[in-house]
């Protein structure tokens, strides 16, 4: 990114819920820590690059700890003989103030603050920008409020600089990584990262570097903006976007326009990102070999059950085998089982009885790989709290300390938009999967699963919202059949996006589905078959 070209502003973004999780537990054992180390090796080589072009770094690598990384930046730029400012932004870990909100128990609490902090640190002269647990989108608004000077009311241009956030956060995911067409693309084996290209009025091209593998298209921008939302609006510390208003335009090769969006006052409470440890786990795979597998998987799970009990224990056959099969591993099935214990004891005693029945279960035992000792469970989960309760602070490169004031404004009444019910005509139709005539992308908030499914034609989306329903859906993904489902409709994007509630239990450090981030849900639902009208294919 440093030497690919003309750059103004480097963002990373180290934190996803579980690394919250990660850098708790690298605290317990070392309160000095609680930040991302990788993020200062990445610097022990391009720190020095940044400074001779200019380029200043913003990140939330900070995690659990922004002013000790601060301290550890100083360090490093003194190593290297670099006169760098550093500043940081504090304030939203509420872990000392637990009791205070009713998050007792908890290993990390830590609010998703804004980009005002972030921008008086570069007002104040700072080259590098330290932070906490803030929204995502923050790193790119924060730097476009304080080049342009946005009022904090200047919700259209908030608004369109959280969009162009929300495409660049995830790096590559932009320019084709996990891209539902990857095969379409000509150069993927290192695509290039995104670059967003911000106007004073908020709107913005994502582009990449010239050379750069991969590719900025309509719709590997789309994809992006539908992975792990919610409905239209969507909710930040410093404004409402509303995802509905949307344009997306080609402007040239590798190059998207994004205008149009429209902003609001921002919800009075900021979201909380909770983590609690919750016991330990476990787990192990048998492979089960050619006839009799369901038998044989019975007598594995009667024979391990009687060995360390029923409680906390799931298990799920996977049926990769295939009859007549020219190979060992493709006329075998797996067997997944996994514990969730309160007590390290029977975690260790779980490995230990899958070990034992090597010689005494049914016939060509053995696992996949031996079983560990058991790992700790984490459990995330969200809360909000008002955002006047919150000491939102920027740590200027000076050492001034100077207080963020909560938002002037703002307003907890978002409608969600009427579902579309347009009627469809019988036409001819052929049997053919989803993923023909259109992409998905999906992932994971919590417990919950998103999942956002676009037409790749403009004729297709009438089709698409009035065949994806929600019991439509149920039908599809089978797993889902009993859940809460949310459906949104954004035409603008020609998309509808699907929450489902419950889908991966309580998180990703404590799911036990196959897929514990639904990274794959929406590669599922485009591998099913459904009646797509001819006109359409």
């Not at 002013?67 to 940081?88: N, S, T, Y």
């Not at 921008?119 to 608004?141: F, I, K, N, P």
């Not at 067409?181 to 670059?195: M, N, R, T």
């Not at 969600?416 to 992409?439: C, H, I, K, W, Y």
Request: hydrophobic share 40%; charged share 20%; glycine share 10%.
């Amino acid at each position: 990114m440093l030497t690919g070209g003309p750059l103004d502003v480097l963002t990373g973004d180290y934190l996803a819920e579980l690394t919250m999780l990660i850098l708790g537990r690298d605290r317990m054992k070392d309160p000095n820590r609680g930040y991302a180390r990788t993020f200062l090796r990445q610097l022990e080589e391009s720190l020095g690059l940044a400074v001779e072009r200019g380029v200043k770094i913003v990140t939330n690598a900070g995690g659990l700890n922004p002013a000790g990384l601060a301290d550890a930046l100083r360090e490093l730029a003194g190593r290297l003989g670099l006169d760098v400012a550093v500043a940081h932004v504090e304030g939203d870990d509420l872990l000392t103030r637990a009791s205070e909100f009713g998050f007792d128990g908890v290993l990390t609490a830590n609010a998703y603050l804004g980009a005002w902090g972030i921008a008086e640190c570069l007002h104040a002269g700072a080259d590098v920008v330290v932070t906490g647990r803030v929204t995502d989108a923050s790193l790119v608004v924060g730097p476009a409020a304080a080049h342009f000077g946005w009022a904090r009311e200047d919700y259209d241009a908030l608004a369109g600089a959280v969009v162009a956030g929300h495409v660049v956060e995830c790096g590559a995911q932009a320019t084709g990584g996990n891209y539902a067409f990857f095969a379409e693309l000509d150069d993927l084996d290192h695509p290039g990262f995104p670059i967003a290209e911000i106007h004073a009025d908020g709107s913005s091209v994502i582009t990449k570097h010239p050379g750069t593998g991969g590719a900025v298209t309509v719709e590997t921008v789309t994809a992006q903006l539908l992975y792990e939302i919610g409905g239209p609006a969507y909710l930040g510390p410093d404004v409402t976007s509303r995802f509905e208003t949307i344009t997306l335009a080609d402007d040239g090769p590798d190059r998207v326009r994004i205008s149009g969006v429209r902003g609001a006052p921002p919800p009075a409470t900021l979201k909380v990102c909770l983590n609690t440890l919750d016991g330990f786990r476990n787990s192990s795979t048998f492979v089960l070999c050619g006839l009799d597998i369901e038998r044989k998987a019975d007598l594995a799970r009667r024979q391990l059950e009687r060995a360390v009990g029923t409680d906390g224990i799931t298990w799920t056959l996977a049926r990769t085998d295939h009859p007549d099969a020219d190979t060992e591993e493709t006329a075998s099935a797996l067997l997944h089982v996994t514990i969730m214990t309160p007590d390290l004891g029977v975690a260790k005693a779980f490995s230990r009885a899958c070990v034992e029945l090597a010689l005494a279960s049914y016939p060509g035992f053995t696992l996949t790989a031996p079983p560990s000792d058991g790992s700790p469970v984490g459990v995330y989960r969200p809360e909000y709290v008002d955002q006047s309760a919150v000491e939102h602070v920027a740590v200027l490169p000076n050492g001034e300390r100077r207080r963020i004031a909560p938002p002037s404004a703002m307003n907890d009444s978002f409608r969600a938009q009427d579902a579309l019910n347009e009627s469809f005509m019988a036409v001819p139709t052929r049997r053919v999967p989803l993923g023909v005539v259109a992409g998905a992308r999906s992932g994971d908030k919590g417990g919950d699963a998103n999942l956002g499914v676009w037409a790749r034609k403009e004729e297709a989306y009438a089709w698409l919202a009035h065949e994806l329903t929600v019991e439509r859906l149920r039908q599809l993904l089978p797993e889902a059949k009993v859940l809460e489902i949310e459906r949104h409709v954004l035409p603008n994007l020609r998309a509808l996006n699907f929450v489902i509630h419950g889908l991966l239990g309580q998180g990703v450090a404590a799911s036990t589905r196959f897929d514990p981030q639904a990274k794959a849900l929406g590669e599922w639902l485009r591998s099913r078959y459904v009646d797509v009208p001819e006109v359409l294919l």
